[in-house]
């Protein structure tokens, strides 16, 4: 976890205010209107049908996001788009429930709120008090960062699985050492399928998921890789190699799973 320390209450206030402050001046998404917050209504689905391109989504970005993906997925020339919110399975969410968790400026906790990620649209959304019908996300820049639910979520750049530097939140799984290991749990829409006979096997729209590692060397920016043998094992000097190649064999790794990667990492910053 993050260093923590205490800071003067009303410092904390103030600072708070002030991040809260640059998300509505920056706008453009970095603040849900009231009740929005990422969640499914039937009211803002029956505004998907329409094709309303002008239809009041608010400033929820991922709404329009979904909205479009939607649209662009399933819209077909003289079609209808009919979604149900019970036509839907799954979640964006990695957690629905608000969790209190840590905010930080440059590793330093400054503010604890509620909050839980949303994987669609690689955004953390926060909460005063969980029951408030206000929901706000957190701004995305580099010096902030938060921890909730045993996971810690740092806003920087990475190269993605198409070699292009981007910008998003990785969650760290091993570091203080010369190789940091992340993760990045994502979820996607998936169109359904009707069944045309009684033959086939159809399934329901649904968010489906996904985890990419990245991995920094000496402080790089971090890259994609595949949890495939090959792939890891490049990512290791020459010198390591052989060390790892063992690790793998003795402790029976499993390369495809995030514990058995944490594991490998770990064992390889003490070579």
């Known amino acids: 976890m993050m260093k923590m320390y205490d800071l003067n209450k009303s410092v904390v206030l103030t600072f708070a205010i002030s991040v809260f402050a640059l998300s509505y001046l920056s706008a453009q998404g970095n603040i849900h209107s009231p009740g929005e917050g990422g969640v499914f209504t039937q009211d803002r689905l029956a505004l998907m049908k ?5 239809a009041d989504l608010g400033n929820n970005p991922w709404m329009m996001d979904l909205y479009s993906d939607m649209r662009t997925k399933m819209g077909r020339l003289g079609e209808e788009v009919n979604i149900d919110l019970a036509d839907i399975e799954g979640t964006i ?18 503010k604890r709120i509620y909050m839980r990620y949303n994987a669609y649209n690689d955004e953390v959304e926060l909460k005063i008090d969980p029951k408030s019908e206000n929901t706000y996300a957190m701004i995305k820049n580099k010096e902030y960062s938060c921890s909730f639910g045993g996971d810690d979520f740092v806003y920087t750049d990475y190269v993605n699985e198409d070699h292009e530097t981007v910008e998003g939140y990785l969650s760290p799984l091993v570091r203080g050492g ?5 993760q990045k749990r994502v979820k996607t829409f998936k169109e359904g399928k009707a069944a045309k006979t009684s033959m086939e096997r159809g399934f329901p729209h649904r968010f489906l998921d996904d985890t990419e590692y990245y991995v920094s060397v000496n402080g790089s920016v971090p890259k994609f890789i595949k949890s495939k043998k090959s792939e890891v094992l490049s990512v290791f000097s020459e010198e390591d190699q052989k060390k790892v190649k063992q690790f793998i ?6 390369l495809g799973d995030s514990l058995g990667l944490t594991n490998l990492f770990a064992y390889a910053n003490t070579l």
């Open 50 to 54: 329409t094709y309303a391109e002008e």
């Open 93 to 110: 969410y990695l957690n629905e429930t608000f969790q209190l968790g840590g905010l930080y400026q440059n590793g330093v906790v400054f």
């Open 178 to 182: 010369e190789y940091v290991l992340y």
């Open 249 to 254: 064999r003795d402790k029976q790794i499993d």
